[in-house]
């Protein structure tokens, strides 16, 4: 038994630990694990026909525990046969060194079915199927559907395209099987391949023929997230819906186990993938390269968020600051970024807010276009001899460019404290609009950090009264 099992999935375990597939209302997933336990003391409606059942057939007056093993050998047994393993695997394969291992979820399968399920049709062998053909953009395409559809996460239920709600269901979606295949299945579709061969569209497959509920996933390779190529963007069906998500190569856990695959009949066409974070152009000798998108994440404190929020800042995301920019990641940071991608003309998951090599490269080479300033920041006309609000610290930084820096220079002129300036006070802050506060700043007894240069909620209220 897996040690992080929620209470969540013990509610689908019945007395002792057993499970009966009869009882769908009462449970969410498949347990992951499975006891031979007599059901006698079960009330639930299945376990009551069976009973019924049982007690009129010759076979079922025998011993329940012995009718148990003996289906779920001959299940084993049938599993085993009918699909052939991907690649030999065990079972909690080491993870990768620093990285924790719970992000593996639970994912149960079903196994091979037709679309919409057993009710939905005939299973027709592999070798008679002609695959259908499909482009890489065409696989990326169908899983953002999913991902933008939040599919919830089921071994048993099926979507409305008649695709089984769980990792190799959606897979199968993807590369638009005739049917739902499993993990034991997929790689009959597929090319075994390298790890530098990876596009967009492949797959990285794990199964674990001891014990196929223990460890076996799937996702779908979206391209890698840096020129490192340690991260990629994976494609899955987990719960408790449909995600996609920067991943370490291959995987979370089970690191060695997973296994690269091409679908037989992917044909020539536009790559797919992550349009908005290719590699990006070269950075420049003596710049600093991209450091993975693993910096860049909640809970992230390093040098390069800091450099990041510097580099943004110059490009007129200070309004975004309120402080920092610091070295832990923050919200301020990712809006920063999302605002600096959609000045790239960037949409959707193309503006995220996180930073990939594409972005990095245009903020570390000057390139791109920089935030504009926002539409709505303009001073707001009040009564005569009234206080104006406090805009916020944010557009009083390096790199911010808006009617607000414009309003607080020509105050400072008024009052005095404007000798820092060579010409007139303008949108742009400046040194000398920093010079000329602090001075203000002083001139009321403040010291240290209090007169650091830039206004905040008292030195705006004490200018403008």
């Known amino acids: 038994m897996r040690t992080g099992m929620t209470v969540g999935k013990l509610i689908n375990v019945h007395k002792r630990g057993h499970f009966h597939p009869e009882c769908e209302g009462n449970r969410m997933e498949t347990p992951v694990f499975e006891e031979v336990d007599p059901e006698s003391d079960c009330d639930c409606p ?118 089984r709600q769980d990792c190799s269901g959606f897979v199968s979606m993807a590369w638009n099987l005739p049917g739902n295949e499993w993990t034991g299945s997929l790689a009959q579709y597929a090319d075994r391949i390298s790890r530098d061969e990876l596009e967009p569209g492949d797959i990285l497959l794990f199964h674990n023929p001891a014990n196929p509920t223990k460890g076996s996933h799937v996702v779908i390779f979206g391209g890698w997230t840096d020129y490192t190529h340690s991260y990629y963007i994976a494609y899955e069906q987990t719960s408790p819906t449909t995600r996609r998500q920067a991943t370490p190569y291959p995987y979370w856990s089970n690191a ?120 709505a920041q303009q001073p707001a006309a009040g009564k005569p001899g009234a206080l104006p609000p406090f805009p916020g610290r944010g557009l009083f930084r390096l790199g911010a460019n808006n009617a607000y820096v414009t309003q607080l220079g020509r105050q400072l002129v008024a009052k005095g404290y404007g000798t820092h300036y060579t010409k007139g006070p303008g949108p742009r802050w400046s040194e000398a609009d920093r010079r000329n506060v602090e001075a203000f700043q002083r001139a009321q007894g403040w010291r240290g950090t209090e007169a650091d240069g830039y206004p905040g909620p008292e030195t705006w209220r004490r200018l403008f009264s």
């Open 46 to 163: 299945g376990c009551v026909q069976r009973r019924r059942t049982l007690r009129s057939s010759p076979a079922g007056r025998a011993p329940a525990h012995r009718a148990a093993l003996i289906v779920a050998a001959a299940t084993s047994g049938a599993l085993a046969a009918a699909h052939a393993a991907p690649a030999a695997a065990v079972p909690h394969g080491a993870g990768l060194p620093g990285l924790p291992a719970g992000d593996e979820p639970d994912t149960p399968q079903g196994s091979t079915a037709p679309l919409h399920g057993p009710s939905g049709g005939t299973d027709a062998p592999a070798e008679s199927v002609k695959l259908p053909a499909t482009t890489r953009a065409e696989i990326i395409r169908r899983a953002k559907v999913w991902v933008a559809a939040q599919v919830p996460y089921s071994m048993t239920r099926y979507w409305s395209d008649g695709y």
């Open 256 to 375: 060695s186990q997973y296994v690269p695959y091409r679908y037989k009949s992917v044909t020539a066409g536009t790559a797919g993938g992550e349009a908005a974070e290719p590699e990006g152009p070269t950075v420049p000798e003596g710049q600093t390269p991209f450091p993975g998108v693993a910096s860049f994440r909640l809970g992230a404190n390093n040098e390069y968020v800091t450099l990041l929020g510097r580099m943004l800042v110059a490009r007129g995301a200070g309004r975004f600051y309120s402080s920092g920019p610091g070295p832990r990641w923050t919200e301020s940071d990712r809006r920063a970024v999302e605002a600096f991608q959609r000045a790239q003309g960037w949409k959707g998951a193309e503006a995220d807010g996180y930073p990939g090599p594409h972005t990095w490269s245009l903020l570390v080479t000057g390139k791109g276009r920089s935030v504009p300033a926002a539409a």
